[in-house]
């Protein structure tokens, strides 16, 4: 099972470009790379999904080199709603062995 | 479409006594995970249901069991309560298992007194 390993904590001031990097050195060729984002008291919201190179939606985008060994997610322009815990999960769900770690915890200042 | 719905929001037992906790997925998910969240930490993963099979179980002891229904809704059974199981119980449902996104609901909190 692929071990990911992110910042505990990371601060940005509203309008900044924001960039968590999570590093999954063991991954295997099977896994997928997604994000999540959780408010306190509610469920993580699904991000943004990929496998290799670069993924854009609405809200992030996220870049995997070629080795697959880590990944960064990015989210443009953040606002004080963007205050959450951002987690990084590797695996493939198949057999329901997605682990969570403990996320980053991303604080935006006015 | 509806999102995935967990009832009760919150619940109060006293250690010894037996939980249901209830998860309905998103039409047309046919596979249903349960986690567990204690404050400060990740969700942990108990179990994960596909077309009514178990198909994975975390590192829960015996006392925590599950099941799925035929219209895949799914039921998480906690008996003999601890202390240390109160927590945030999270349902989450995708289309296949398999590399489908999760999508959560907004959990059970259980307090165990």
């Given at each position: ?28 060729t ?16 699904f ?13 992030a ?30 695996g493939?769900?198949s ?16 | ?31 249903v ?78 307090t165990?007194?």
């Amino acid at each position: 099972l692929a071990k990911t390993t992110q910042p505990i904590s990371m601060d940005s001031y509203e309008g900044q470009e924001v960039n968590i990097t999570c590093s999954h050195n063991n991954i295997a060729t099977n896994d997928y790379i997604t994000w999540y984002q959780q408010f306190p008291s509610q469920g993580p919201r699904f991000i943004i999904q990929g496998y290799k190179t670069k993924v854009t939606n609405e809200v992030a985008s996220l870049f995997i080199p070629a080795d697959r060994k880590s990944s960064t997610l990015s989210l443009p322009r953040v606002s004080l709603s963007d205050t959450a815990v951002y987690y990084c999960l590797v695996g493939d769900n198949s057999q329901g062995n997605l682990i969570f770690g403990k996320g980053t915890k991303l604080s935006v200042k006015p | 479409d509806a999102g995935v719905t967990q009832s009760p929001t919150h619940l109060i037992k006293t250690r010894g006594q037996h939980v249901t906790l209830r998860c309905s997925p998103i039409s047309g998910h046919k596979s249903v995970s349960w986690y567990q969240q204690v404050l400060g930490q990740g969700p942990q993963f108990i179990f994960q249901y596909y077309e009514k099979e178990e198909r994975g179980r975390g590192n829960f002891p015996d006392r925590f069991s599950a099941r799925q229904f035929p219209n895949y809704s799914s039921e998480l059974n906690v008996n003999a309560l601890l202390l240390g199981d109160s927590a945030l119980y999270l349902c989450a449902s995708s289309r296949t298992g398999g590399n489908s996104p999760l999508h959560f609901g907004n959990g059970t909190r259980l307090t165990v007194t």
